[in-house]
């Protein structure tokens, strides 16, 4: 974990491609904490995120809203995980929604990481095996259609 001068947690989660990371951020409010993001949907990553989010702000108890900026698997595979129960919304654009709902499905995975996997040499059974570790559905997502402006923990995020 590194914290940023303005007091943003960043958390480096592991993927097994080429990538090899990505970053998920935690903001702390007056009602619990924010995570932008929440990784890649691995056992992996989801074991680590776990112990880091343990260690740096007492559990995943203690976060109060999620927000993906975008559907990719690295960025929202692991919000259903990171989501402590349905009173913990998930941000997400109603676009990105439909796309978050399939992707545990083989379907999904193989669609979009099929030119990923065969770069990396992964095989489709790969991608059953990394998509199926994880449970990826999330609780009562709060669709968004892009401009609304959400204050978290002091600072104002514009939704593109």
């Not at 545990?104 to 059953?128: C, Q, V, W, Y």
């Amino acid at each position: 974990m590194k914290i940023a001068d303005d007091g943003v947690l960043q958390f480096t989660v592991p993927m097994p491609f080429a990538l090899r990371e990505v970053h998920v951020y935690a903001l702390e409010t007056s009602t619990g904490w924010v995570l932008i993001d929440s990784g890649f949907p691995s056992e992996a990553a989801r074991a680590q995120l776990s112990a880091e989010l343990q260690q740096a702000i007492g559990g995943l108890s203690r976060i109060a809203l999620i927000i993906l900026t975008h559907f990719h698997p690295d960025h929202s595979g692991l919000a259903g995980c990171m989501q402590p129960g349905p009173g913990c919304p998930v941000v997400i654009h109603a676009a990105a929604w439909p796309l978050l709902q399939r992707m545990n499905t083989l379907d999904m995975a193989g669609e979009f990481f099929r030119p990923i996997a065969k770069g990396a040499g992964l095989s489709s059974g790969d991608l059953r095996e990394l998509f199926q570790a994880v449970n990826v559905p999330v609780a009562s997502p709060t669709l968004v259609a892009g401009g609304e402006t959400f204050s978290i923990g002091g600072r104002d995020l514009d939704l593109v």
